[in-house]
């Protein structure tokens, strides 16, 4: 798709270093701050897929955008300026090397290990007899270990990181203080808005010895959302949650013969198949801010993109 940003090769002023991650290109001026180019690339089971989703980019940055600036006081963040609707700037910190997830209800993965016969994530004990989406009676942390492209993160407990030397004591403490009320803020918005934060993650960083909030937060490639309207009646019938997240193309895959295994190849992503995620994802984006989301213009998104960074550092 001519109008969906799947590779950048940006040279800015003051450039001293570039990040390809899964879905974000980073770019390192003067080695103290970050622009991140949200592009329309989509990854599922740790493996990215070979085809951009148009406006998946503006979306996914947007709603960090909203989120990030909705938190502020709660943890200070990383982000400075979105000079696009693809790009957010930033101070560049010494990340974590965990990621907080927080679950508020059994879904997903935790669901598909807890069917296997797990009763407990991360060192967190879980209860017998729960069913799939049912709601945790508090929210329950499970941090993961940060993994190279094409390698699946891993679950990591608490005393892990700790006892490993991966965070210290008390910056861990702070971690799942700002984690857990995180959380609580997401959770608020999003049911204001008529949605169920069901699950997310978090990844922290420090400058200067001050912990920051970085990267994404609250979005659909972050986050799992439910429909608020129904939920109960559904999950008394047993039926599937009315949703709004990434899973709806995970489980698309896994109907179509892919979970990321060796050996599996990624099914075809039809230009259809294409539109309906696109789609998909500016739902999200209108649920969860209650804005109508404002296609920008797509006809030649690179050079956009570039023009808008290059006119934001001239201005510094």
């Known amino acids: 798709m001519k109008n969906a940003i799947v590779e950048t090769n940006f040279n800015f002023p003051g450039q001293t270093s570039f990040y390809k991650g899964k879905v974000r290109d980073v770019y390192t ?5 970050l622009i991140m180019v949200v592009t329309d690339r989509i990854s599922a089971f740790d493996v990215v897929l070979p085809k951009g989703i148009p406006f998946k980019g503006q979306v996914l940055n947007q709603i960090a955008a909203k989120f990030l600036d909705a938190t502020a006081d709660i943890v200070p963040n990383w982000k400075l300026s979105t000079p ?40 967190v004990p879980l209860p017998e007899g729960m069913k799939e989406h049912q709601r945790f009676p508090e929210p329950i942390l499970t941090p993961t270990t940060k993994a190279e492209q094409g390698r699946h993160d ?11 030397g991966l965070i210290a004591a008390d910056d861990y403490a702070k971690l799942e203080k700002y984690s857990l009320e995180l959380f ?39 986050s799992r959302y439910f429909y608020l309207e129904g939920y109960e009646e559904r999950q008394a019938k047993g ?7 990434k899973e709806f ?26 539109n309906q995620i ?39």
């Open 29 to 33: 001026v003067n080695n103290d701050k």
């Open 84 to 123: 696009d609707p693809m790009v957010t700037v930033g101070l560049k910190c010494e990340p974590y090397p965990i990621e907080m997830i927080v679950r508020g209800y059994l879904t997903g993965s935790s669901w598909r290990e807890y069917k296997k016969g797990a009763r407990q994530i991360c060192g």
């Open 184 to 222: 609580k803020r997401g959770s608020e918005i999003a049911n204001k808005m008529g949605l169920i934060l069901v699950d997310t993650k978090y990844e922290f960083g420090k400058k200067d010895g001050v912990i920051y909030l970085i990267d994404e937060i609250h979005t659909p490639d972050s």
């Open 239 to 245: 039926e599937a949650q009315k949703q709004l997240s």
């Open 249 to 274: 193309v995970r489980e698309w895959l896994m109907a179509n013969g892919f979970q990321g295994e060796k050996g599996q190849a990624v099914p075809e992503l039809t230009n259809e198949i294409v």
């Open 154 to 164: 891993e679950n990591i407990s608490r005393d892990e990181i700790i006892n490993e």
């Open 278 to 316: 696109s789609e998909r994802y500016i739902e999200l984006c209108e649920s969860i801010t209650g804005e109508k989301f404002k296609k920008w213009d797509a006809d030649d998104v690179l050079k956009r993109v570039e023009s808008n960074i290059q006119e934001f550092l001239h201005k510094k």
